[in-house]
Every structure is written in C-alpha cells, then in structure tokens.
C-alpha cells in the first residue's frame, strides 16, 4: 500500500509525468485531493449517524476530518521555510508532532456526544466514529489514500453490518418495563435486586409520564439473559419492593 501510495504522489508531484511546472500544479493538486478524500470519506460514515438520527451527524465528521486533514497538510507543506533553516543549522523536523495533537484534541469533541441516562451511556459509537475520521482526514493528509480508503470501508461495515448483527444478538434478552410513582428511588432497589438474582442491567432507559392520572417514571431495562424460573423470581421481587403501578417483561425464551 505504502509503494502505491508512493507512486500517486509522485505522479502529482511530477505535474502528471509532465514536469511542466516543477511540479507546483502538482503538489497543488495533491492537497486538493487530499482534502477532497477528507471530505468524501468520512462523509460516508458521517451519513450513517445522519441517517440514524445521531447527535453528530454528516457535517461533523466531514468537518472533523477535513480540519484533521488540514493539520496534516500543514505539518507537511506549511514549513518549507523552517525547513530549510533547520536543516542549515543540522536540525531534524518531525511533521508527526503537530498531527499528533489532533489526536488528543479532539477527545473533547468526542466527550460532547457522550450522553449517561441512569446507567446507561449512549453516544460512544459516536464519539469513535468522531475519532475515527479524524485519523481518516489525518491519513489523507499525510497522502496514505489506500489507508484511509480501507479504513473507512471497514468503518462503515462495523457500523452497519456488525451493528445489525449486534441487535439480532441483543434481542434474546428480556426486556423489562416498569412504572413507578415518581420520586421513589427505583433505580436503586432495581439493580440492587437484579444483582442479589446474578441479572445484569445491559440498557437502560426512563421518561416521566402521566399512568392513571398520576405523574410517574417508566425505565425500560435490557437485562441480562437468564433462566425463566430466575426472571420470575426476580419480577416476584420487584412487585413486593417496589408495589409498580406496572410491570411488564418481554422473553424470547
């Protein structure tokens, strides 16, 4: 990949085989294509979370990559005069260096989609998509196009393919929902019995609603998978502690 990689450069480089120029309409070529790739890239795993309704969505990841892309670049071409002058003064530069903080920078952006509900924590995928394209518009950047094509190929199946075949795997665990009154602490005394059954809560989720006339909490829980006669048990529990205006679970046993 690196020999093909190589060779494309070159060709820009070289004003296309030409050298009609020295090669400046070459290397002004290559940085267009290289912001082009920054954006059509990871515009492809952009339209994924845009499709499934996620809080960073299209224009986040392409912009992500294309400032990262811009690092790149600048690491690159933006210190030819410095360059030269360190190498006067027998002075290495290491383009990395100011790529490099890219990858620590952006963990902010990251942690903004990163919403916990009760126990649960949604928008990781997100935030690793967001990283990913960073590192995508940072190898388009650096002129590693095969890289950052494969990367983002392999991006997009694990979030579409793996992500179907992660739903198949989670729908053979009971679901519970519950309603409570609000105010009472039932997120609590939920895990704390689910636990004392070896049942571990995998999702959960909970939203005020009006039940019966009265203000009141509802969580939906993804449990863990366990034996009918435990779940039983466990739902016995919950209905003596917690006296819930109601309870439902849903098997695939």
Not at 31 to 41: F, G, H, K, P, R
Not at 106 to 121: D, H, K, M, R
Not at 129 to 134: K, L, P, S
Request: hydrophobic share 50%; aromatic share 8%; net charge neutral.
């Amino acid at each position: 990949m690196d020999a093909a990689d190589k060779a494309i450069i070159a060709w820009f480089n070289s004003d296309f085989g030409t050298n009609f120029s020295g090669g400046v309409v070459g290397n002004i070529a290559l940085v267009v294509l290289s912001l082009l790739l920054a954006l059509i890239l990871p515009g492809i795993i952009g339209m994924e979370r845009e499709y499934n309704g996620h809080p960073a969505g299209f224009r986040t990841h392409v912009l992500v990559s294309i400032g990262s892309c811009t690092v790149m670049l600048v690491s690159i071409y933006g210190f030819s005069y410095w360059d030269s002058q360190y190498l006067a003064a027998g002075i290495g530069r290491d383009p990395s260096r100011l790529a490099a903080q890219a990858v620590t920078g952006i963990g902010f952006l990251g942690a903004g989609t990163i919403i916990q509900n009760g126990i649960s924590v949604k928008g990781l995928t997100t935030a690793t998509t967001i990283w990913v394209c960073m590192a995508i518009g940072l190898a388009c950047g650096a002129g590693s196009y095969i890289i950052a094509a494969v990367a983002t190929i392999l991006a997009f199946l694990v979030l579409t393919v793996m992500g179907k075949f992660e739903k198949l795997i989670s729908k053979h665990n009971p679901i519970l929902i519950i309603v409570v009154p609000a105010g009472q602490a039932a997120t609590r005394n939920i895990l704390s019995i689910a636990e004392r059954f070896g049942i571990e809560a995998k999702e959960t989720s909970s939203e005020i609603i009006h039940f019966q006339n009265e203000e009141a909490v509802r969580f939906s829980i993804r449990l863990s998978r366990t034996t009918e006669a435990t779940l039983a048990c466990f739902t016995d529990e919950l209905r003596m502690r917690l006296h819930p205006l109601s309870l439902k679970i849903s098997t695939n046993f």
